[in-house]
């Protein structure tokens, strides 16, 4: 996935680089804890993205976020912009499948994601006037 098509995905390289990416966000511990395992390269997207109880995971962020944009939208009526793209993008990380995101493509998966949760914040700056 991080790697041109001809190299293997568990190779060397790819094990040192996704290695990285779990040190890069303080994650090598709670990975091993988790898979009680080495690293396998595809273990560490799933982990990274898709985890509901892997606190800096996309999914668990989102799965939180999505809430409290309704708490809020509740205690104050605004919402109108950022409350249905909040829930729609928890909703579809719920839904999300590891081999449907590497057939699009991991980098493009993480331009959308990044892609849309820039929109909710801009929604959310102003829904509530943070602008």
């Not at 909703?91 to 993480?110: K, S, W, Y």
């Not at 892609?115 to 929604?123: P, V």
Request: proline fraction near 5%.
């Amino acid at each position: 996935m991080l790697l041109p098509v001809n190299e293997a995905l568990a190779g060397e390289r790819n094990q040192h680089q996704w290695d990285t990416i779990l040190r890069s966000v303080s994650a090598v511990g709670a990975y091993r804890y988790f898979y009680c395992d080495r690293l396998r390269p595809r273990q560490v997207p799933e982990f990274l993205m898709l985890r509901p109880k892997m606190p800096r995971s996309l999914r668990f962020c989102c799965d939180l976020v999505a809430p409290s944009l309704a708490t809020l939208a509740g205690r104050t009526g605004g919402g109108g912009e950022s409350l249905a793209p909040g829930e729609a993008l928890a909703a579809d990380l719920r839904d999300a499948d590891l081999d449907a995101i590497a057939r699009q493509g991991l980098h493009e998966f993480l331009q959308d994601f990044l892609r849309r949760n820039s929109a909710i914040s801009l929604a959310v700056a102003a829904d509530y006037h943070f602008d």
